[in-house]
């Protein structure tokens, strides 16, 4: 283990970020990486737990945290990296965008600051493809079979590299241009810069992926074609579905689902968008986004990134507590006050808010009403109370929706395969096989939106069913 | 009458112990009065035997003497036969079937017998007895007794002997075979022309009302033995008492199955020229059925009768250590080196006397752990016995008194006339052939001295491909193999373990996974394999083994092996021997996984193994290797375990095992016991090659620290492969591996009987499990996973998982839910929680981890709940581990200690005293007064004041985690506060001993459970023990011993720091031992009176109520407890760096401690409230109705596991017959046995006095049979004056004559007891402020520094108070003395051994090993002869010159206190002549103890303290 009581002797060293001015002057990466010094230090306080909840609840894919600790406090990068990979497949995407359930799972979160997990796998990985230990792993043997993935996001890209490392034959569909999916096109780059996804492309590629971008699945091609052409197909489109909001004056133009809004950013910055075709701008406008968490808060920083004029955010749940409450106790995520680095960078929050009514003329939103309610523990679940004297009216001219995502979307394959879906209106499946045996699903597409960290995992377990099933089929 | 094994019992674990004695009249002169020694002897060593359930059946006493002629004739006379001269007839003592045909027809065949050795029978006589005097279970035994007289028609002296032997062999045999067990009564007690035995099952005062023959006067001998037997359990068995043939035996073989095998083994080569043809009447030569010490007698009289000295006889058996640290001669240490080749020790405690008729001599092993006092009077007599003072002498006729040396030998030769000295015999018979010669000639040797050890270079082509073959695990390289390269030891964890069985496992396991180490309890005891190694050893020898009868220069002519280790060099140096009379073959041990029936496959395999090493022995191979170095893509190693049981054990089979040794050479063991079990199995030696290989690549890889070098790795794992097997030997009381060789010393759990009964026979393994196919299988997953796969690096081997939980690895019962679950409902008192928590533990239906998790409740009729025992009753049931403070904070363990009393529970010190404020109840009511107060073998802080206010005294005899072995709390952990409550110094390492130094036996138990009955007469007594097999006979004898409750704890329970391979192999699950206990317990029908209770992983109330209808009535929560408490299981205690402030003393961790009692409180009342749903739903009211109801379990039906279906419980569930009422379940209290205590009388009379403490003296007589005077005594003080007890001189009392054991245990400030006489073992235990003074009489003619006058094992755990002894004590004086000043005129061996504080003058000889584990204190040691330090075990300590003016104040003021006390003629010389006397004394000093003590010194100078003594101490050093 690194170093007996070194979590009395570090204090956890939070990863700086550059200055608010100099950042959303750009869509830039702004982490300061601590140095390696540092980093030996933090991961010097890491106890090596004889159950080490970080791994064992934390991490979605039960990365080894505290072996990797040990690692790179031995200064052993290149073991360090090549562990990380063994459960993880872009740790480059995961330590930039995870919420890291790993350090509010660690030990230390209970009475002290949990270990660095997440900014230790960043350099790690950063310095893997630095010294180039980030190889293509081709197969050691060839299968004969082929697999198709529907959709590139990380659930899709996992399942496609643990198949082909497998020996089996993938090939990849992307509808949009570019292959990476949410990773590409929901998170901004402020982020993930996008050729962070490229570098990993080139291994993919490396280990024999075929990549088929702009082609859509069930549409440009049909899904008799894929199943005549491959062994099995494995579906990993997302949870496309958002979730709308049906009050008087949704009809008017400039609101929008905030996933539509961060793809124009997203597509401008990779070029998609020719001149002339204007994606949809926060610049000089009164931005309202409805819905307080992640997605939000990305449009939150895009906005501000695009020079709007104000920005509020709007969440229907209350003001959670400044620290943990009892009804999310550790190791649970605790339902507790965050800050974005984009709220940081400046917009008005407001919790315990619904929306009743969208004003506008012509076509046009021109304000947002809404009121302040109350949140009731009734024997069948919560009830929502409005309080009344509380209303008001936001002046608006964009409304982007960041409410979630209701499940996948259901036209197109879903539908001309008959899948059987799940209540919630995910495709159902049991162990990763859907209702029609040659066809898997995994990540989103199975779990409704949820994290990159367990796409990634799910697409790795389905692989690992496919794999059996393509044996066992012989 | 016998009892038939069932259930879980099994009649091979009786154990049994006892006091023996032996009178001889020197001179040979034939009297009465020696039988009336002998029962004088006897009764006065009553109390070291036991009584049955009925309190009048002994467990046996016998007496052996010569036969008495002139008593004979009368009888036969008037029985109308004649006798010849004496020696010219032989006299048997037949015990027959009370069926007079089965009678007769043995009588036939005996007379048959006889006469085939050219004899005759000359008449016979039935023996009166008197059964008047028997106990009902002794009567319903009772055999036909009668005598018969042989005419040895001219034969003569050893020719005589041996036909009367090979006659009796011969009818033993023939009754067996004709009549099976139909004359299991047969039994001939003696048949010789020199002695006759006496015995049966008596109490010691029953052998003479029985036998009238005994109170004849005519009955004369010169020579008498005596034996009185304690055994642990209480069926009736008149054959098993003692004296045997030759021997009467104190003590325990614990090798005793290697022993058996080996003998077996040897039987196919025996001839002598003394038997001829008849050799075959012989076999076996161990009668079957026989306990340890009738087969030590067998062999002994096989040697003896074939033509080898009883005293050499003895030697071959008995060794004592001849290691290096012996000063002993050349040609002894080549006898003994030569017969270690040709016999293994027959090792375990033991006293021995022995008699071939005219030879009458003692012996102790090598560890001298059973007492053997001797003295010789003016007449000529000489009297040894287990005790001093069995028979009362004045002072003026005793001329000299002594006691047993270990390894040492007594003898006295009737004929002669006189004693013969030890270095007499032995110098004697180690001369008698040239054996240092045959030894240089003869024996091979791998290599010289100087070199080391290099590691094979490995091939990281394959490497990781083989080591997955193999089942190599990443955590076992961190965990296990690194520190062992790294550290030279075993890697130290801590807390329990909480993963699955082997055969519960989802994981392939390695066969050596699914075995259990025994170790010692009780019956006998552990050994410090780290202070007393010198009492151990590795060597041995392997090859050819010739006749046992004979000896040859060639019986040496084997490879002697140091230690069982072998290089990869050393193994190809061995192959590479070409030699006619030294052959070398390598046989491959794998099998092809390219077929479809993978275990017919390895069926095959096996046999066809076999059968090569057969051919291979005879072709005149003298070493067999076993190889699995050919695995390839189709062939998987065969596991080596299974290898070299089959092999051994079909050698065996074929009666040629002795033939050749065996060596495995496998890429399969790295761990320490995986080492044990084959050579536990029958490999001589074991080449872990691919173990070599691996730390190479470790090495290669940049694991190992940087700069150490490939040998000097090699050299530390072998290092820590060596320590790791003698701890696991001494666990089990063993001293060399020659005796551990093939002992099986294991319980398997989960092998099926016909694995057992092909490839293990003999081992336990009780609950029948997987087969060759499942193994077969696992072995297939390992080279699937080998071979199967892209492997590309060590990051391809599994990750493990057993000692830390990964995903995907091994499964843990304390699991991110379980523990988070657990926490949140106590925090929250969120009963949801608990239920989602008890589910996850209760419910193995996908993840087996228990036995008990594949236990189902049979239904009843249903009770509403509000009907069941509220659960504020139940929790009164619920105790806490035995955690002390010291493992845990201060805080933690008052926290539980608060919430348990709140709740009516007891919670536990554990082993490291208690802060006597916290007697006190706080202003609030609470109490941090822990209800259960450990007394362990360390002693730390048992003072009569500590004693005194508990409600139960719990001897720890085991615990789950490491089972046998003793701890050690670095001094760095010694904090101020430790040091206080452990009476010790801050900064001085604090050791505790495997065994307790006063229990080596179950005898010793019972005295420890009466002195602390004495101690404190309000509170229970409660032993603990580790479930293993037998532990149920261990239990019974503890019942016997009259202790109030006996804990079976698992062997997954936690610990602060154990080594991991005891964490994980060693013990049982408690079902198991529990089960057994209530088994054994119901069937000796002692279950009524002694209360059960279990613990070890014990997490929720389902649990709970299996315990309960396995026999438990109470429960302990160890683990469970700390995680309501915050622990998330950080396994960091040993480190202690437990960031919750639990498992440390470190003031910044303990900060952060933030448990509540309440939380303690809530999950014991949840674990209730879910005993009362359990109970509700199956219909019990009351707790106590379910106690012993196994009858309510069954096994889960239709077991899917692949591995778990072949489990069968049946055993577990057993219910012994109780159709005559007996009971299930505490029914009443143990009978008080202390009310004949001496100080009852003494508090009678000086009772008033001591109340207003006015001076008073006593004057009083005193006998052996009168124990542990003071404690009581004591008890009485401290509870009205608290620990500072009385003035100093306030209480006088003045004893003479033999005091019995535990003379002033637990003395109380302002006593003195001063005994003008001697006295027995353990004077001052825990000696708490007293004075004690034993002085020699003055009339006597004793030089008073030349002769024992106390026995061993002086005070023990003592924490203040004096000792002045006017004479020499045995062994161990001031063991574990933390305070007491204590003045002595010589001591035997490990004089001040972890000795932790006070101090030690010793005014004269010393034995070895002096100051061993010494971490505090001062000795002072008179070194007339200069050659202390010859002596002196330097390991831990320094000796200087006393020069310091300090020093010579402090010497010449406590001889001169001495003097005053005692009036030694010694103190009273050296102060004559003090100036050029003092320049003779040594100072022994402990290094760190000095250093803690400068320290110290300069804090008082200094003003303000800076830094605490500890971590100067420590950090100084690193």
């Known amino acids: ?474 | 009458m016998s009892v038939k094994n069932q259930g879980l019992y099994d009649v091979q674990w009786e154990h049994d112990a006892c006091g023996i004695g032996a009178v001889v009249d020197i001179a040979g002169k034939r009297d009465h009065s020696i039988i009336e020694y002998g029962k004088e002897i006897l009764l006065n060593l009553h109390h070291r035997g036991a009584a049955g359930a009925d309190e009048t059946t002994g467990d046996g006493a016998g007496i052996l003497f010569q036969i008495p002629h002139e008593f004979f004739a009368a009888e036969s006379q008037r029985l109308g036969f004649a006798l010849p001269a004496p020696s010219q007839y032989g006299v048997g003592v037949i015990f027959g079937s009370k069926d007079g045909q089965i009678r007769e027809q043995c009588d036939k065949i005996l007379e048959g017998a006889i006469i085939y050795y050219g004899m005759k029978i000359l008449g016979q006589r039935d023996v009166p007895v008197s059964n008047s005097c028997l106990g009902p279970i002794a009567l319903a035994a009772e055999p036909s007794i009668k005598q018969i007289f042989v005419d040895g028609d001219g034969l003569a002296d050893e020719m005589f002997e041996c036909r009367l032997y090979l006659a009796r062999k011969r009818a033993e045999k023939l009754v067996r075979e004709n009549l099976g067990d139909n004359g299991r009564d047969f039994y001939v007690t003696s048949l010789s022309h020199k002695t006759i035995c006496y015995k049966g099952m008596f109490m010691a005062w029953q052998l003479f009302a029985y036998y009238p023959d005994l109170a004849n006067p005519l009955v004369k001998s010169a020579l008498a033995i005596v034996h009185q037997r304690y055994s642990t359990n209480t069926f009736p068995n008149w054959q098993l008492a003692q004296p045997f043939r030759c021997i009467a035996h104190n003590g325990e073989i614990n090798t005793l199955s290697g022993n058996r095998n080996h003998i077996r083994a040897r039987e196919v080569k025996m001839t002598g020229e003394i038997f001829g043809d008849n050799i075959s009447d012989l076999f076996p030569v161990l009668t079957p059925g026989g306990s340890d010490s009738a087969c030590f007698d067998n062999v002994l009289e096989l040697l003896v009768r074939a033509g080898r000295s009883m005293p050499h006889a003895i030697m071959m058996m008995i060794p004592e250590a001849f290691g290096a640290k012996y000063h002993i001669s050349t040609d002894k240490r080549a006898f003994y080196e030569y017969h270690s080749s040709i016999m293994e020790p027959w090792d375990g405690p033991a006293a021995m006397v022995f008699t071939d008729g005219r030879l009458i001599g003692g012996t102790l092993d090598r560890n001298g752990l059973r007492p053997c006092r001797y003295l010789v009077t003016t007449d000529g007599l000489a009297v040894m016995a287990s005790e001093a003072g069995v028979i009362e002498f004045p002072p003026e006729k005793i001329c000299m008194k002594g006691r047993l040396q270990p390894g040492k030998m007594f003898l006295v030769d009737t004929v002669e006339g006189r004693i013969i000295t030890d270095n007499e015999i032995k110098s004697k018979v180690a001369r008698q052939k040239p054996y240092r010669r045959w030894l240089e000639e003869n024996r091979i040797e791998l290599r010289g001295l100087f070199d080391s050890p290099e590691l094979v270079s490995s091939d990281p082509e394959t490497i990781a491909q083989r080591m997955c073959a193999f089942g190599y695990t990443r955590e076992e390289l961190k965990m296990v193999l690194t520190p062992m390269a790294v550290n030279g030891q075993e890697p130290i964890g801590s807390m329990g373990d909480d993963t699955p069985l082997a055969v519960l496992s989802d994981k392939p396991k390695l066969l050596f996974n699914y075995f259990k180490q025994l170790f010692a309890q009780v019956t006998n005891p552990s050994i410090d394999p780290l202070r007393e190694g010198l009492v151990m050893s590795l060597m041995s020898f392997a090859g050819k083994k010739r006749n046992i009868l004979d000896e040859t220069p060639q019986h040496c002519r084997q490879l002697k092996l140091p230690h069982p280790i072998l290089t990869s060099a050393d193994i190809e140096r061995l192959r590479s021997v070409k030699r006619s009379d030294f052959k070398v073959v390598t046989i491959p041990a794998v099998f092809d996984v390219n077929v479809s029936d993978i275990a017919d496959s390895l069926r095959r395999s096996l046999d066809s193994l076999v059968d090569a090493a057969e051919s291979a022995v005879k072709d005149g191979a003298s070493l067999i290797i076993i190889s699995d170095r050919d695995i390839s893509a189709t062939k998987a190693p065969i596991p080596s375990l299974l290898a070299t049981a089959a092999v051994h054990h079909g050698l065996l089979g074929r009666r040629v095992r002795g033939e050749a040794g065996i060596i495995i050479e496998s890429g399969e063991p790295r761990e320490v016991m995986h080492f044990c079990l084959l050579c536990g199995f029958g490999a001589n030696a074991i080449n872990p090659y691919l173990a070599f290989e691996v730390l190479d690549e470790l090495h290669r890889q940049g694991e190992l620290p940087a700069g150490m070098e490939p040998s000097r790795i090699a050299d530390n794992y072998i290092a820590a492969v060596k320590k790791g097997i003698l701890k696991t030997m001494s666990k089990m009381g063993i001293s060399t591996l020659r005796s551990y060789h093939s002992a099986q010393l294991f319980e398997a759990i989960g092998l099926n009987r016909d694995l057992i009964d092909k490839y293990f026979i003999g081992a336990n393994s009780r609950i029948s499990g997987i087969g060759l196919s499942e193994i077969a299988r696992e072995s297939l997953a390992r080279h699937k996973s080998a071979f199967d796969k892209n492997v590309t690096g060590l990051l391809d081997l599994d990750f493990g998982g057993d000692y830390h939980f990964r995903h995907n690895g091994e499964q843990h019962l304390w699991n991110p839910t379980t523990v988070s679950k657990l926490q949140h409902a106590v925090m929250f008192e969120d009963a949801n929680a608990y239920a989602e928590y008890a589910k996850a533990i209760n419910d193995q239906t996908q993840k087996l981890y228990t036995l008990r998790g594949l236990f189902e409740f049979v239904p009843g009729q249903p009770v509403p709940i509000e009907e069941v025992e509220p659960a504020g009753e139940i929790v009164k049931r619920f105790c806490t581990g035995a955690m002390s403070h010291g493992s845990i904070s201060k805080e933690a363990h008052e926290c539980i200690a608060v919430a348990m009393n709140r709740i009516g529970g007891m919670s536990n010190t554990g082993e490291g005293g208690e802060d006597p404020s916290r007697y006190v109840p706080l202003p609030n009511g609470d109490s941090k007064n822990c209800a259960i107060k450990q007394i362990a073998s360390g002693r730390f802080g048992v003072t009569i004041h500590y004693l005194a206010n508990a409600k139960e005294l719990q001897i720890k005899i085991a615990q789950g985690a490491k089972p046998g072995e003793g701890g050690q709390l670095p001094g760095h952990k010694v904090t101020d506060e430790i040091a206080k409550l452990r009476y010790s110094t801050p900064g001085v390492t604090l050791i505790s001993p495997p065994p307790h130094h006063d229990i080596y036996s179950i005898e010793d138990l019972a005295q420890l459970i009466y002195d602390l009955k004495c101690a404190n007469p309000d509170a229970k007594v409660s032993v603990k023990l580790v479930s293993e097999v037998g532990v149920g006979t261990i239990a019974a004898g503890v019942a016997k011993g009259n202790a109030d409750e006996v804990l079976i704890s698992g062997h997954d329970g936690g610990t602060g720091a154990s080594p991991l391979s005891s964490i994980k192999h060693t013990g049982c699950p408690w079902e198991l031992g529990l089960a057994e206990t209530q088994q054994t317990l119901v069937m000796n029908n002692l279950r009524g009176r002694i209360k059960v209770q279990a613990d070890g992983q014990m997490k929720t109330g389902r649990d709970v109520v299996i315990a309960a209808m396995l026999g438990a009535d109470r429960f302990g929560f160890g683990t469970a407890a700390l995680v309501a408490i915050g622990c998330t299981l950080l396994r960091k205690c040993h480190e202690g760096a437990c960031a919750f402030g639990i498992g440390t003393q470190d003031i910044e961790l303990r900060k952060r401690f933030a448990g509540r009692p309440e939380y303690v409180e809530r999950f014991m009342f949840f674990v209730a409230e879910e005993v009362r749903q359990i109970m509700a739903k199956l219909g019990f009211r009351k707790f106590e109705d379910m106690v012993g109801r196994a009858d309510r379990l069954s096994m889960r039906k239709a077991i899917e596991h692949w591995k778990a279906k072949g489990l069968d419980f049946s055993v577990i569930f057993h219910q012994p017959d109780v159709s005559d009422g007996r009971a299930i379940r505490l029914t009443c209290l143990q009978p008080v046995r202390t009310k004949d205590n001496l100080d009852w009388q003494l508090l009678e009379k000086a009772g008033a006095a001591i109340d207003e403490k006015k001076k008073t003296v006593i004057e009083m007589p005193i006998r052996n049979i009168n124990r542990t005077v003071g404690a009581a005594l004591s008890h009485h003080i401290v509870r009205k004056f608290g620990p500072e007890g009385l003035p100093d001189g306030t209480l006088e009392l003045i004893f003479r004559g033999s005091a019995g054991q535990s003379f002033g245990a637990f003395l109380a400030p302002g006593v003195t007891l001063k005994l003008i006489g001697e006295s027995n073992d353990y004077l001052g235990k825990g000696l708490s402020g007293g004075r004690i003074v034993v002085k020699t009489p003055d009339n006597t003619p004793l030089m008073a520094h030349e002769n024992i006058i106390v026995g061993n094992t002086l005070l023990y755990g003592a924490t203040a108070g004096e000792a002045f002894v006017n004479g020499m004590a045995g062994e161990r004086f001031a063991v574990r003395n933390s305070g007491a000043i204590a003045v002595v005129e010589g001591v035997g061996d490990h004089c001040c051994e972890y000795m932790t504080g006070g101090t030690v003058v010793v005014l004269g000889k010393t034995g070895c090993n002096f100051a061993a584990g010494m971490s505090g204190g001062i000795a002072y040691v008179l070194d007339e002869m200069q050659l202390f330090d010859t002596l002196c075990n330097l390991d831990m300590v320094e000796l200087e010159s006393v020069w310091h003016q300090k020093d010579k104040e402090l010497l010449h003021n406590l001889i001169e206190q001495h003097l005053k006390w005692t009036g030694s003629k010694q103190a009273a010389r050296i102060l004559d002549t003090w100036q050029d006397m003092v320049g003779k004394f040594v100072k022994v000093i402990p290094t760190d103890y000095r250093k803690a003590l400068q320290k110290m010194r300069a804090d008082e100078q200094r003003d303000t303290e800076t830094t605490p003594a500890t971590e100067e101490v420590f950090y100084a050093g690193t």
Not at chain 1, 270 to 293: D, H, W, Y
Not at chain 1, 359 to 387: D, F, S, T, Y
């Open chain 1, 1 to 474: 283990m690194p170093e007996l009581r070194g979590f009395l002797k570090y204090k956890r060293q939070a990863v700086k970020y550059r200055p608010i001015e100099e950042r959303i002057g750009n869509f830039k990466e702004f982490d300061l990486p601590l140095t390696p010094d540092d980093i030996a230090q933090q991961a010097a306080r890491c106890m090596d737990c004889g159950l080490p909840f970080c791994h064992g609840v934390g991490c979605p894919l039960k990365n080894y945290i505290p072996d990797i600790n040990d690692l790179i406090y031995k200064n052993r990068w290149q073991q360090a990296c090549e562990l990380l990979h063994t459960t993880n497949n872009f740790p480059e995407i995961t330590s930039r965008v995870c919420p890291a359930p790993c350090e509010t799972a660690c030990t230390l979160s209970i009475n002290d600051e949990p270990i660095l997990i997440r900014h230790i796998e960043y350099q790690i990985v950063e310095r893997g493809f630095a010294e180039g230990w980030i190889k293509p792993v081709p197969a050691a043997k060839i299968t004969g079979k082929q697999v198709a993935i529907i959709g590139s996001g990380p659930a899709g890209l996992a399942a496609a590299q643990q198949l082909a490392r497998a020996g089996h034959k993938v090939v990849v569909y992307e509808k949009d241009e570019h292959i990476g999916g949410i990773m590409c096109y929901g998170i901004p780059d402020f982020k993930l810069e996008k050729h962070i996804i490229d570098r990993r492309l080139k291994q993919l590629t490396d280990e024999g992926i075929e990549f088929q971008t702009g082609v859509e699945a069930g549409k440009d091609i049909s899904i008799q074609y894929l199943q005549k052409m491959f062994d099995c197909i494995c579906l990993t489109m997302g949870a496309g579905q958002p979730r709308d909001i049906a009050i008087p004056g949704r009809e008017y133009e400039n609101i929008l689902p905030a996933m539509d809004y961060l793809r124009g950013q997203n597509k401008l910055i990779v070029g998609e968008l020719a001149n002339g075709f204007e994606s949809v701008t926060a610049k000089g406008k009164n931005v309202v986004i409805i819905g307080g968490g992640d997605t939000g808060s990305d449009c939150v920083g895009t906005a501000r990134r695009q020079e709007a004029k104000e920005i509020h955010q709007l969440e229907i749940l209350p003001k959670p507590p400044e620290t943990r409450p009892q009804d999310t106790p550790w190791p649970n995520w605790p339902r507790i006050m965050r800050t974005s680095s984009s709220q940081e960078e400046g917009c008005e929050r407001r919790w315990s808010i619904t929306t009743k009514k969208f004003v506008g003329e012509r076509n046009q939103i021109k304000g947002l009403r809404g009121c302040e309610v109350e949140w009731m523990k009734k024997p069948n679940g919560w009830e929502i109370r409005e309080l009344t004297g509380t209303d008001f009216v936001i002046k608006t001219d964009l409304v982007l929706l960041a409410m979630g995502f209701l499940h996948v979307m259901h036209n197109g394959l879903i539908k001309d395969l008959h899948l059987q879906l799940d209540g919630a209106g995910n495709v159902a499946v049991n162990n990763y096989q859907t209702s029609e045996p040659s066809v898997f699903a995994a990540g989103d597409t199975v779990s409704g939106a949820s994290l990159v960290v367990r796409a990634i995992n799910s697409g790795r377990e389905a692989a690992a069913a496919i794999d059996r099933w393509l044996i066992q089929k012989g």
